[in-house]
Protein backbone atom coordinates (compact mmCIF):
# COMPACT_ATOMS: atom_id res chain seq x y z
CA UNK A 1 0.00 0.00 0.00
CA UNK A 2 2.51 2.23 1.14
CA UNK A 3 4.78 1.92 -1.96
CA UNK A 4 1.67 2.36 -4.34
CA UNK A 5 1.51 5.89 -2.35
CA UNK A 6 4.76 6.43 -3.12
CA UNK A 7 4.74 5.66 -6.59
CA UNK A 8 1.46 7.89 -7.17
CA UNK A 9 3.20 10.70 -5.11
CA UNK A 10 6.06 10.59 -7.97
CA UNK A 11 3.71 10.07 -10.60
CA UNK A 12 1.67 13.82 -8.77
CA UNK A 13 5.35 15.29 -8.78
CA UNK A 14 6.59 14.60 -12.02
CA UNK A 15 3.47 16.65 -13.33
CA UNK A 16 4.85 19.44 -11.60
CA UNK A 17 8.72 19.56 -13.54
CA UNK A 18 9.14 21.68 -16.03
CA UNK A 19 11.11 20.50 -18.85
CA UNK A 20 13.08 21.44 -22.06
CA UNK A 21 13.78 19.85 -25.25
CA UNK A 22 16.85 21.18 -27.56
CA UNK A 23 15.06 21.11 -31.04
CA UNK A 24 17.68 20.72 -34.27
CA UNK A 25 15.21 22.68 -36.35
CA UNK A 26 17.02 22.10 -40.05
CA UNK A 27 18.72 19.39 -41.78
CA UNK A 28 21.88 20.87 -41.82
CA UNK A 29 22.20 21.08 -37.82
CA UNK A 30 20.53 17.31 -38.17
CA UNK A 31 23.47 16.16 -40.23
CA UNK A 32 25.46 17.66 -38.11
CA UNK A 33 24.72 15.80 -34.77
CA UNK A 34 24.49 12.31 -36.63
CA UNK A 35 28.66 12.43 -36.82
CA UNK A 36 27.78 11.10 -32.94
CA UNK A 37 27.26 7.62 -32.79
CA UNK A 38 24.91 8.08 -29.55
CA UNK A 39 22.67 10.05 -32.08
CA UNK A 40 20.51 7.18 -33.31
CA UNK A 41 18.42 9.45 -35.45
CA UNK A 42 18.76 8.96 -39.14
CA UNK A 43 16.03 11.43 -40.58
CA UNK A 44 15.29 14.65 -40.01
CA UNK A 45 11.56 14.42 -41.13
CA UNK A 46 10.93 11.74 -38.57
CA UNK A 47 12.97 13.10 -35.79
CA UNK A 48 10.90 16.31 -35.86
CA UNK A 49 7.55 14.29 -36.09
CA UNK A 50 8.74 11.99 -33.05
CA UNK A 51 9.19 15.52 -31.55
CA UNK A 52 5.81 16.34 -31.79
CA UNK A 53 4.34 13.11 -30.47
CA UNK A 54 6.58 13.58 -27.25
CA UNK A 55 5.52 17.29 -26.96
CA UNK A 56 1.86 16.32 -27.08
CA UNK A 57 2.21 13.37 -24.68
CA UNK A 58 3.90 16.00 -22.46
CA UNK A 59 1.19 18.16 -22.63
CA UNK A 60 -1.79 15.86 -22.36
CA UNK A 61 0.23 14.80 -18.91
CA UNK A 62 -0.01 18.47 -17.46
CA UNK A 63 3.23 18.92 -18.17
CA UNK A 64 4.96 22.58 -19.33
CA UNK A 65 7.45 22.03 -21.79
CA UNK A 66 9.36 24.49 -23.69
CA UNK A 67 11.71 24.02 -26.85
CA UNK A 68 15.06 25.33 -27.46
CA UNK A 69 17.16 26.02 -30.29
CA UNK A 70 20.31 23.31 -30.16
CA UNK A 71 22.99 24.68 -31.82
CA UNK A 72 25.56 21.45 -33.14
CA UNK A 73 28.43 24.45 -33.03
CA UNK A 74 27.33 25.84 -29.67
CA UNK A 75 26.86 22.59 -28.17
CA UNK A 76 31.09 21.08 -29.01
CA UNK A 77 32.25 24.00 -27.48
CA UNK A 78 29.79 24.03 -24.33
CA UNK A 79 31.37 20.14 -24.23
CA UNK A 80 35.21 21.38 -24.69
CA UNK A 81 34.88 24.12 -21.90
CA UNK A 82 32.95 21.90 -19.72
CA UNK A 83 35.29 19.11 -20.42
CA UNK A 84 32.75 16.65 -21.57
CA UNK A 85 32.00 14.00 -23.72
CA UNK A 86 30.44 15.29 -26.59
CA UNK A 87 29.26 11.78 -27.84
CA UNK A 88 26.98 11.09 -24.71
CA UNK A 89 23.59 11.73 -24.03
CA UNK A 90 23.76 12.65 -20.75
CA UNK A 91 26.10 15.86 -22.51
CA UNK A 92 23.47 16.70 -24.55
CA UNK A 93 21.30 16.93 -21.86
CA UNK A 94 23.13 18.77 -20.12
CA UNK A 95 23.14 21.58 -23.08
CA UNK A 96 20.31 21.39 -23.24
CA UNK A 97 19.88 22.67 -19.72
CA UNK A 98 22.40 25.30 -19.73
CA UNK A 99 20.15 26.25 -23.10
CA UNK A 100 16.93 26.94 -21.02
CA UNK A 101 18.24 29.23 -18.49
CA UNK A 102 20.21 31.54 -21.18
CA UNK A 103 19.41 30.38 -24.88
CA UNK A 104 15.75 31.41 -27.40
CA UNK A 105 12.93 28.93 -26.04
CA UNK A 106 9.07 28.95 -26.81
CA UNK A 107 7.24 27.50 -24.99
CA UNK A 108 5.29 24.98 -26.08
CA UNK A 109 1.19 25.41 -26.00
CA UNK A 110 -0.53 22.71 -28.41
CA UNK A 111 0.91 24.56 -31.56
CA UNK A 112 1.89 22.64 -34.67
CA UNK A 113 5.68 22.46 -35.09
CA UNK A 114 5.44 24.13 -38.31
CA UNK A 115 4.31 26.55 -36.60
CA UNK A 116 6.70 26.37 -33.79
CA UNK A 117 9.97 25.96 -35.50
CA UNK A 118 9.35 29.34 -37.20
CA UNK A 119 8.85 30.98 -33.60
CA UNK A 120 11.81 29.73 -32.17
CA UNK A 121 14.00 30.86 -35.14
CA UNK A 122 12.71 34.37 -34.99
CA UNK A 123 13.36 34.51 -31.25
CA UNK A 124 16.90 33.28 -31.67
CA UNK A 125 17.09 36.09 -34.68
CA UNK A 126 16.59 38.50 -31.86
CA UNK A 127 18.89 37.63 -29.74
CA UNK A 128 21.71 37.55 -31.33
CA UNK A 129 20.41 40.75 -32.66
CA UNK A 130 20.38 42.37 -29.35
CA UNK A 131 23.49 40.50 -28.25
CA UNK A 132 25.11 42.07 -31.31
CA UNK A 133 23.46 45.63 -30.71
CA UNK A 134 25.12 45.03 -26.79
CA UNK A 135 28.05 44.17 -27.68
CA UNK A 136 28.73 47.29 -30.28
CA UNK A 137 27.23 49.82 -27.93
CA UNK A 138 29.18 48.98 -24.84
CA UNK A 139 32.48 49.17 -27.83
CA UNK A 140 31.69 52.86 -28.82
CA UNK A 141 33.68 53.90 -25.60
CA UNK A 142 33.17 57.41 -23.61
CA UNK A 143 33.42 60.84 -25.06
CA UNK A 144 36.92 62.05 -25.13
CA UNK A 145 35.58 65.63 -24.00
CA UNK A 146 33.35 65.09 -20.84
CA UNK A 147 34.48 61.49 -20.16
CA UNK A 148 30.51 60.33 -20.18
CA UNK A 149 29.86 56.73 -21.50
CA UNK A 150 28.77 57.48 -24.74
CA UNK A 151 26.40 53.78 -24.98
CA UNK A 152 24.67 54.47 -21.89
CA UNK A 153 24.01 57.75 -22.87
CA UNK A 154 22.52 56.94 -25.88
CA UNK A 155 20.28 54.03 -24.25
CA UNK A 156 19.09 56.87 -22.49
CA UNK A 157 18.47 58.93 -25.11
CA UNK A 158 16.77 56.09 -27.39
CA UNK A 159 14.50 55.13 -24.18
CA UNK A 160 13.34 58.82 -23.53
CA UNK A 161 12.56 58.72 -27.60
CA UNK A 162 10.76 55.48 -27.24
CA UNK A 163 8.33 56.38 -24.53
CA UNK A 164 7.48 59.69 -26.80
CA UNK A 165 6.72 57.98 -29.69
CA UNK A 166 4.50 55.73 -27.71
CA UNK A 167 2.66 58.76 -25.94
CA UNK A 168 2.01 60.53 -28.67
CA UNK A 169 0.55 57.55 -30.78
CA UNK A 170 -2.67 57.54 -31.18
CA UNK A 171 -5.17 54.57 -28.94
CA UNK A 172 -4.70 51.02 -30.62
CA UNK A 173 -2.58 47.90 -31.16
CA UNK A 174 1.27 49.43 -32.33
CA UNK A 175 3.74 47.31 -34.58
CA UNK A 176 7.17 49.33 -34.49
CA UNK A 177 10.33 48.74 -36.66
CA UNK A 178 13.65 49.58 -36.26
CA UNK A 179 16.44 49.09 -38.83
CA UNK A 180 19.83 50.67 -38.22
CA UNK A 181 22.71 50.18 -40.81
CA UNK A 182 25.72 48.30 -39.58
CA UNK A 183 28.45 45.67 -40.78
CA UNK A 184 27.72 43.10 -42.03
CA UNK A 185 23.86 43.52 -42.27
CA UNK A 186 20.94 46.32 -41.21
CA UNK A 187 20.04 45.03 -37.95
CA UNK A 188 16.04 44.93 -37.19
CA UNK A 189 13.86 45.46 -33.83
CA UNK A 190 10.50 44.88 -33.74
CA UNK A 191 8.53 46.08 -30.83
CA UNK A 192 4.60 44.99 -30.13
CA UNK A 193 2.57 47.53 -27.60
CA UNK A 194 -0.54 47.64 -26.84
CA UNK A 195 -3.08 50.56 -24.95
CA UNK A 196 -5.04 49.06 -21.86
CA UNK A 197 -8.74 50.37 -21.56
CA UNK A 198 -7.17 53.21 -18.94
CA UNK A 199 -4.86 54.52 -21.84
CA UNK A 200 -2.14 52.03 -20.44
CA UNK A 201 0.41 50.84 -22.83
CA UNK A 202 1.29 47.03 -22.28
CA UNK A 203 4.93 45.58 -23.88
CA UNK A 204 6.94 42.74 -23.64
CA UNK A 205 9.68 43.93 -21.37
CA UNK A 206 12.14 42.13 -23.37
CA UNK A 207 11.13 43.25 -26.61
CA UNK A 208 11.26 46.39 -25.14
CA UNK A 209 14.75 45.77 -24.09
CA UNK A 210 16.27 44.69 -27.79
CA UNK A 211 14.67 47.51 -29.89
CA UNK A 212 15.72 49.89 -27.36
CA UNK A 213 19.25 48.51 -27.88
CA UNK A 214 19.32 48.57 -31.48
CA UNK A 215 17.75 52.14 -31.53
CA UNK A 216 20.88 53.32 -29.15
CA UNK A 217 23.37 51.88 -31.27
CA UNK A 218 22.00 53.80 -34.15
CA UNK A 219 21.78 56.81 -32.45
CA UNK A 220 25.51 56.07 -30.50
CA UNK A 221 27.33 55.35 -33.63
CA UNK A 222 25.36 58.36 -35.98
CA UNK A 223 23.97 55.28 -38.41
CA UNK A 224 21.52 55.70 -40.89
CA UNK A 225 18.61 53.80 -39.62
CA UNK A 226 14.48 54.77 -38.99
CA UNK A 227 11.91 54.02 -37.13
CA UNK A 228 8.27 53.02 -38.16
CA UNK A 229 5.05 52.49 -37.06
CA UNK A 230 1.44 50.72 -37.64
CA UNK A 231 -1.58 51.56 -35.31
CA UNK A 232 -4.45 49.07 -35.34
CA UNK A 233 -7.72 50.30 -33.76
CA UNK A 234 -11.16 49.50 -34.41
CA UNK A 235 -13.35 50.90 -36.99
CA UNK A 236 -10.95 53.12 -38.10
CA UNK A 237 -7.89 52.68 -40.78
CA UNK A 238 -4.22 51.55 -39.97
CA UNK A 239 -2.52 54.53 -39.38
CA UNK A 240 1.55 53.95 -40.55
CA UNK A 241 4.05 56.90 -40.04
CA UNK A 242 7.84 57.00 -39.11
CA UNK A 243 10.98 59.06 -38.29
CA UNK A 244 14.59 58.60 -39.59
CA UNK A 245 17.56 59.28 -37.24
CA UNK A 246 18.94 62.06 -37.26
CA UNK A 247 22.07 62.99 -34.45
CA UNK A 248 20.58 61.89 -31.41
CA UNK A 249 16.82 62.65 -32.38
CA UNK A 250 14.52 61.59 -34.90
CA UNK A 251 13.13 63.51 -38.09
CA UNK A 252 9.05 62.97 -39.32
CA UNK A 253 9.05 61.28 -42.67
CA UNK A 254 6.72 62.63 -45.08
CA UNK A 255 3.81 60.64 -45.96
CA UNK A 256 5.26 59.76 -49.31
CA UNK A 257 8.05 58.58 -47.99
CA UNK A 258 6.11 56.05 -45.48
CA UNK A 259 4.47 55.36 -48.53
CA UNK A 260 7.50 54.34 -50.71
CA UNK A 261 9.10 52.54 -47.63
CA UNK A 262 6.15 50.09 -47.20
CA UNK A 263 5.68 49.41 -51.04
CA UNK A 264 8.86 48.76 -51.91
CA UNK A 265 10.40 45.25 -51.46
CA UNK A 266 13.46 44.89 -48.77
CA UNK A 267 15.45 42.37 -50.58
CA UNK A 268 14.77 42.68 -54.08
CA UNK A 269 13.78 46.90 -54.48
CA UNK A 270 11.25 46.05 -56.40
CA UNK A 271 7.57 48.10 -56.29
CA UNK A 272 4.97 45.93 -53.93
CA UNK A 273 0.84 46.85 -54.36
CA UNK A 274 0.27 49.36 -51.32
CA UNK A 275 -2.66 47.80 -48.71
CA UNK A 276 -6.19 49.16 -48.68
CA UNK A 277 -7.48 50.67 -45.97
CA UNK A 278 -3.88 51.79 -44.59
CA UNK A 279 -3.23 55.59 -44.39
CA UNK A 280 0.24 56.39 -44.61
CA UNK A 281 0.76 59.58 -42.93
CA UNK A 282 2.68 62.15 -41.02
CA UNK A 283 3.92 61.42 -37.56
CA UNK A 284 2.66 63.26 -34.58
CA UNK A 285 4.94 66.25 -33.36
CA UNK A 286 7.20 64.63 -30.57
CA UNK A 287 8.57 68.20 -29.07
CA UNK A 288 11.93 69.86 -29.01
CA UNK A 289 13.47 66.83 -26.94
CA UNK A 290 12.37 64.18 -29.83
CA UNK A 291 13.77 66.57 -32.45
CA UNK A 292 17.22 65.69 -34.56
CA UNK A 293 19.78 67.11 -33.18
CA UNK A 294 23.45 67.24 -33.74
CA UNK A 295 25.75 64.19 -31.81
CA UNK A 296 26.66 66.41 -28.78
CA UNK A 297 29.91 63.72 -27.88
Known amino acids: ?89 ASRTRFTAELAATGPTVPYQGQPLAELVPDLVDEAVRKATWEYATTLLARVGSCAACGEDIGRASFARASHLLSRVLDTASPGEHHLVCSVSAAPET ?53 VYGWRLRGEGLEPLTAGEVFDAYCTDAASGDLVSPESGVDYCVPPDLGQEGEGTGHTH
Open 187 to 239: LLAVLRADDDADGTTRLDEAEALEFTTVLALGIATRSAGGLVMRTIAPDTTDR
Open 1 to 89: MAHTEHRTMRHVLRREIAGTIGLLTDEHDFTAMRRYRTFTFDDHTTYLQQVESLLRTLAAQGSHTTVALFDPEEYAEFCADSGLEPDAA
